[in-house]
């Protein structure tokens, strides 16, 4: 089996200007090993959900990325304060978003949601007052 | 094969400087043996690189009047830029007329080919909305559609799914001159007035391999002059002959600068972005789906859209200038002859019969495998170049550089850097063997060296 490539970036917390960074690298990156299109879609979309939010509900934090030759797995890893209950906040219109967030035309609470519909798999390990990590797997082939 | 861009480079005034390489959206220009050159299948045209040139070596193969010998019958279609080349006294009609007497049998607005987009594009809407396939991005632009395919592939679904206005009245000039003649088509040849050489590229090549009813493209700078001279012996009858025929209305002339193509659209959730550098920033945001609450993204890959052409004379400022005048007696003109203003005809509309492809270009390889390899490599090379971005060797970054090492066309040296630590090690080698020579050689000398100490 062959080693994946693996891409690291860091999340700064709000910073609102670079981010996305991490997903738009990730996104290049899935271009030129000529993934198709729309496996590159979904994972660079779902990755830019987990890294906003990492942005915005806690202070920032890293992403790992994976690529193998027939799925990504993305991880943001973050340690911030935690999701106090997961299914709550992976219903569509929950957020806790602070204004600020609001303004710049996050806080739809639909990011978590989003991952789930544009990923093959989702899982969120949480612990309140230790961080969230968010883990991405998106297939290439359908 | 179809030549697969238009943008060309002048071999004499090319000094190899970094100019270019450093503007070019696709990274497509490489200076190698002190010229630049280009990628091929990676330039979509936008003419950056000509318009940066310092030397002026960067040009577009263009057609000339000379391809209008082999037909009997030509028409002329004007871009709606082409008027914005020329200020008062000159009107619609007259540079219409103007561009007739330079040798064409029969001229046509090519505003009226984008008053049938712009209805088309409306009546698509709805169908896009409920497809999720928003927000529809104009396809109008050769050079945004090619950086689509190239760079945004998946955002080819979001292109509006038909030919542009210079297809569009070409296919209605053509059948127009086929009712009106007994001529053959082939016998009938039609040439586009264009700002650019992506034009021109989609008639040799069209977008999504297309038939293209356009026989060549002349740039507008070739007859700039010829329209002006006519322009200024122009037969007043003549005027009023063309002042009488049908007319785009205001929405088909403002088109010709940026803004005017989505200001025919009955949606006020559009956005305007020219520049390509900022075409692709909002590309990017539509990727991201960060643009939720837009419709309709209007790109121009030329600042102020297509006045802004490589290939217009006009200053972009004072082309937009004119163009409003033109647009303000384009409102009067509707307002008191409303049946000279054409209407739309939409069954002229060409609507696409499947979406144009992914260009692989940037694709390391065609097997994954060795992709995420030469990947790999890649990163581990990027890492020890020294990320100055110069390009010195010649690549627009130390990336690009990376990039093209591991698919073989460059090698580590090409780095001025790593060419003098490699001088180095060389020196200190060089020095190492000396002295080894030196001691094996010694002996010989022994005598005469004994004698100085
Ligand atoms: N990394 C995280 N750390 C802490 N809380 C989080 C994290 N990610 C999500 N949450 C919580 O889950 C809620 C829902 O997240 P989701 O991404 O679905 O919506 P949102 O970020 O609030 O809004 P949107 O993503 O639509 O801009 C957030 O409001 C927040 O309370
Ligand atoms: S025309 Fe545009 S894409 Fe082509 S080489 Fe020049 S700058 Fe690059
Ligand atoms: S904006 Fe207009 S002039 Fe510029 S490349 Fe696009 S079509 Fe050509
Ligand atoms: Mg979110």
Redesign the interface.
């Known amino acids: 089996m062959i080693e994946p490539v693996k891409l690291e970036y860091k999340i700064r917390g709000s910073d609102f200007i670079n981010a996305g960074e991490a997903s738009s690298g990730t996104k290049k990156a899935l271009n030129r090993l000529g993934v198709s299109p729309a496996a590159v879609k979904r994972a660079a979309i779902a990755m830019y959900e987990a890294e906003i939010n990492a942005v915005i509900h806690a202070d920032g934090g890293e992403a790992e990325v994976f690529i193998y030759s027939d799925h990504v797995i993305i991880r943001i890893i973050d340690q911030g304060p935690g999701i106090p209950d997961v299914s709550l906040a992976m219903q569509e219109g929950w957020s806790t978003a602070p204004d600020i967030a609001r303004e710049m035309g996050f806080g739809a609470g639909m990011g978590l949601p989003n991952i789930k519909k544009h990923s093959d798999d989702m899982s969120i390990e949480t612990e309140i007052g230790k961080g969230t990590t968010v883990t991405i797997t998106v297939r290439f082939q359908v | 094969m179809a030549k697969l861009h238009s943008v060309r480079l002048n071999e004499d005034k090319c000094v190899g400087c970094t100019n270019c390489i450093k503007k070019c959206p696709t990274e497509a220009i490489r200076v190698r043996d002190g010229k630049a050159r280009i990628a091929e299948e990676r330039c979509i045209d936008c003419g950056e690189c000509i318009k940066v040139c310092p030397h002026h070596a960067k040009s577009a193969e263009m057609d000339t009047l000379d391809a209008l010998k082999p037909y009997r019958y030509t028409i002329a279609l004007a871009a709606p830029s082409l008027y914005a080349q020329f200020g008062t006294p000159a009107t619609r009609p007259m540079v219409l007329a103007a561009l007739l007497n330079i040798g064409f049998d029969d001229v046509y607005e090519v505003a009226i080919g984008a008053e049938v987009v712009t209805k088309g594009t409306c009546d698509y809407l709805p169908l896009a909305r409920s497809s999720s396939r928003l927000p529809l991005i104009s396809s109008a632009c050769p050079a945004v559609v090619r950086v689509i395919q190239e760079?945004y592939?998946?955002l080819?679904d979001n292109l509006v799914p038909f030919d542009s206005p210079m297809e569009v009245t070409a296919e209605l000039a053509r059948r127009d001159a086929l009712a009106r003649t007994n001529l053959k088509p082939q016998e009938i040849g039609i040439f586009f007035i264009s700002p650019c050489p992506a034009k021109r590229t989609a008639v040799t090549n069209p977008i999504g391999n297309r038939l293209t009813q356009v026989d060549g493209v002349l740039a507008i700078a070739e007859v700039y002059p010829q329209i002006l001279a006519k322009l200024e012996k122009m037969n007043p009858d003549q005027v009023v002959e063309f002042e009488q025929r049908i007319l785009a209305d205001a929405t088909g002339v403002g088109w010709g600068a940026s803004g005017g193509e989505a200001m025919g659209l009955q949606t006020e959730k559009y956005l305007v972005v020219d520049g390509i550098h900022n075409v692709i920033d909002i590309l990017?945001e539509i990727?991201?789906?960060?643009l939720r609450d837009i419709e309709f993204i209007e790109a121009n890959s030329c600042m102020g859209g297509c006045i802004g052409g490589p290939l217009t004379v006009a200053n972009r400022f004072s082309a937009k200038s004119r163009m409003n005048r033109y647009i303000q007696e384009a409102l009067v003109f509707e307002a008191e002859h409303q049946d000279s203003v054409y209407k739309p005809d939409r069954d002229v509309i060409r609507p696409w019969t499947e979406m144009p492809q992914?260009n692989?270009a940037?694709?390391?390889?065609?097997d994954?495998?060795k992709?995420?390899?030469k990947?790999?490599q890649m990163?581990k090379i990027t890492h020890h170049l020294p990320g100055l971005d110069c390009g010195a060797c010649g690549a627009p970054d130390c990336a690009a550089l990376a990039e093209d090492i591991v698919r073989g066309l460059a090698v580590e040296s090409d780095c001025i850097f790593k060419l003098k630590e490699r001088i180095r090690s060389v020196a200190a080698q060089m020095s190492e063997l000396e002295f080894e020579m030196n001691r094996h050689t010694k002996p010989a000398e022994g005598e005469q060296e004994h004698g100085h100490t």
Do not use: C, Q, S, V
């Open positions: 760079k592939p998946g080819i990017e990727e991201n789906e960060r992914a692989n940037l694709t390391l390889d065609p994954i495998f992709a995420l390899e990947y790999e990163e």
